[in-house]
């Protein structure tokens, strides 16, 4: 039995993962689960599945969460979170918590010598050299959820060192594949959460219609593979049916296909090294008829273009990118901000906020409150301009 730990349980990875716990009861133990603020959902995720310990990091809503439930400890805050998972005693911890503040929780985890299930790509984003390095010096693996870099872990795992030239992210392309930027300005938060072929979290999904998302996952797989930049591609695939690919240096060239159904990739990191079934749609291609490619459109889609920059310039710079961009989503989902001026904000951001080199955690700590006290600023000016 794996000793397993849920972070972000509420969310859409953290339910689908307790969905994937409870297919395999005899596989995992859980040792404990964790929120933000929605603590009605997570005690009863606590009673459902007899967890004694969880963690709220809004004190607020622990402290609800103790008055109302009794059958076990509620921790508080980060640094509630940050003791849960020191004080686990777990095999792997699922980090499905969203934005930057995953990265707390990813370096205790590892820094205890316990693997991670990585949902929270934001983890490598902001922290990649360091977290990597955490990594490598504790013993601790990093096995990927994220859809693409899941298919990207399962084909390089049998190939030897430097047979690798080139890694391939799929994108969907989100609801404005295709539009112009004049098209873009005046979109509505309702078009921008409807995603074509993937149901997620909120933020997730708005970063996958700036193309944000796509390249977050550069900057992770930069990191979890060690690959660089310029042998990283992107391709825009509508049906997200290929998750990834692998050109080898031979010519040949190895792709990862299925369903897109987040199941599939957090059943592949939770049961690792097994294999166990999940109860998706087999493949069936005649059916689908056909699959089609297309190149990026990085003048509408800028976010793409600035991940990429920022991950090519290192230092600070893609934890300015990371916390800038959470700002303005949160923003635009709020209604504060157009959808253009998600790319804007983080571009204004960049240009105030000198990137250094990373010499800690704190580093990245002040990067990040420094990046979101910019970008708060450069979203109140793109409010109030005529
Ligand atoms: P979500 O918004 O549905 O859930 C987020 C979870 O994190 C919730 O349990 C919430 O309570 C918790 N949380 C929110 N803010 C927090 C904070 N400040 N501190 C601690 N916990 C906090 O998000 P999601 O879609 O499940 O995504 C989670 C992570 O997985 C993200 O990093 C996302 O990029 C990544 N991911 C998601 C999908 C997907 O299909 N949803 C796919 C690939 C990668
Ligand atoms: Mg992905």
Same mark, same amino acid.
């Given at each position: ?243 990834? +690919?692998? $050109?080898?240096?031979?010519? /040949?060239?190895? @792709?990862? %296909? ?7 990739? *957090? !059943? ?52 300015? +990118?990371? $916390?800038?961009?959470?700002? /303005?989503?949160? @923003?635009? %989902? ?7 001026? *998600? !790319? ?43």
């Amino acid at each position: 039995m794996k000793r397993l730990l849920i972070l972000g349980a509420t969310g859409s990875i953290g339910t689908q993962a307790l969905d994937v716990v409870t297919r395999a009861p005899d596989a995992f133990e859980l040792v404990g689960l964790s929120a933000h603020s929605g603590w009605e959902a997570l005690v009863r995720q606590a009673q459902e599945h007899g967890i004694d310990r969880l963690a709220l990091t809004d004190p607020d809503a622990a402290a609800r969460a103790a008055e109302q439930w009794t059958d076990g400890e509620v921790l508080s805050g980060p640094e509630g979170l940050a003791r849960l998972v020191a004080e686990s005693g777990a095999d792997l911890v699922l980090n499905a918590v969203v934005g930057s503040a995953g990265l707390g929780p990813t370096i205790v985890a590892l820094s205890e010598g316990i693997d991670v299930a990585l949902a929270n790509k934001e983890s490598l984003v902001v922290g990649g050299e360091l977290v990597t390095a955490l990594s490598e010096a504790t013993g601790a693996h990093l096995i990927p959820v994220d859809s693409e870099h899941s298919a990207l872990h399962q084909l390089i795992l049998g190939e030897r060192q430097g047979t690798i030239d080139r890694l391939t992210l799929t994108a969907s392309g989100g609801p404005f594949r295709g539009r112009t930027r004049e098209e873009l300005a005046h979109v509505t938060v309702e078009q921008a959460l409807e995603h074509p072929t993937w149901a997620m979290g909120g933020k997730i999904t708005i970063d996958s219609a700036t193309l944000m998302n796509k390249g977050l996952e550069v900057i992770e797989a930069h990191h979890l593979f060690g690959t660089p930049y310029d042998q990283i591609d992107v391709v825009v695939h509508p049906q997200s049916i290929v998750h990834a +690919l692998v $050109a080898l240096c031979d010519g /040949a060239t190895l @792709a990862h %296909l299925g369903h897109p159904d987040m199941r599939v990739p *957090i !059943a592949y990191a939770l049961h690792h090294p097994d294999r166990v079934d999940v109860p998706v749609p087999r493949l069936d291609l005649a059916r689908l008829g056909q699959l089609t490619f297309e190149a990026p459109d990085p003048d509408t889609f800028a976010c793409l273009r600035l991940a990429r920059e920022a991950g090519i310039a290192g230092g600070t710079a893609p934890c300015v +990118l990371n $916390a800038a961009n959470e700002v /303005a989503v949160q @923003a635009f %989902l709020a209604g504060r901000l157009s959808f253009l001026g *998600i !790319a804007a904000t983080i571009e204004a951001t960049l240009e105030q906020v000198p990137g250094t080199r990373v010499h800690s955690f704190e580093t990245l700590y002040e990067a990040d409150a420094q990046a979101r006290a910019v970008a708060a600023d450069v979203v109140a000016q793109e409010a109030t301009a005529p």
